[in-house]
């Protein structure tokens, strides 16, 4: 007979692609994040994609799109999530995966003054700092006067040097520490009495007696 053809193309070669989570950001306090999607080589268009947080059960095949948002499984701590792709050939990747540490939970801190001490002479004071965060971290914090106006924030140390309002009295520094995540934790106070004035005394001899015969006296004294 006459030779006749047809063509077929053979596809044994899954596509693979590439996912992030919030740009590859290691730590996000949101239940909902952005998957961004790629794919590392050209394939047989249309492709498609399905989603799954265990790598067990997915989604339902879905237009591939660059960005796409995902809720991730709930609870805090490490999350995966796996992104298959299938080509217009029916070829379907090996998952592709991206983690992200899931931290809702706000640092737990405290802080003292001098050591906690009572009273200080010096505008200059040390706070001493202390806060912890089990999944993202302590990372930095920020200060306040008056539980309403705060500080820039800056980079968490376990001490810092600040200088009291002039003026003897009460004075209270509050504090804030944030995770890697963005969490905030309820502010922390604590109080130190600012006593720059030195005291007023007097001494009488034996009740301002002006003479005496004996060498044993009697000091009165007054301080305020």
């Known amino acids: 007979s006459a030779v006749y053809f047809n063509k077929i193309i053979l596809d044994t070669h899954p596509k693979v692609g590439e996912i992030a989570i919030n740009g590859s950001s290691l730590y996000t306090s949101q239940e909902k994040v952005t998957l961004n999607l790629s794919l590392l080589e050209s394939v047989f268009q249309p492709v498609q994609i399905g989603f799954s ?134 502010a922390s106070s604590k109080s130190i009495t600012l006593d720059t004035s030195a005291p007023l005394g007097s001494i009488l001899i034996n009740n301002n007696e002006t003479a005496t015969a004996s060498r044993e006296v009697t000091l009165n004294l007054s301080v305020d």
Do not use: C, H, M
């Open 53 to 186: 947080n265990d790598g067990i059960n997915w989604s339902i095949w879905e237009p591939l799109v660059a960005a796409k948002e995902w809720n991730l499984s709930s609870g805090d701590g490490r999350k995966t999530i796996y992104v298959r792709f299938q080509d217009s050939l029916g070829a379907i990747s090996k998952p592709s995966w991206a983690q992200i540490i899931f931290d809702s939970t706000p640092p737990l801190g405290s802080l003292n003054i001098n050591s906690d001490a009572t009273f200080t002479s010096s505008l200059a004071v040390q706070l001493n700092l202390s806060a912890v965060d089990l999944l993202s971290g302590v990372t930095q914090v920020s200060f306040s006067t008056d539980n309403v106006n705060w500080s820039a924030l800056e980079s968490y140390e376990p001490v810092k040097t600040l200088t009291l309002s002039a003026g003897d009295g009460l004075k209270t520094f509050y504090v804030k520490y944030y995770d890697g995540a963005g969490n905030v934790s309820l």
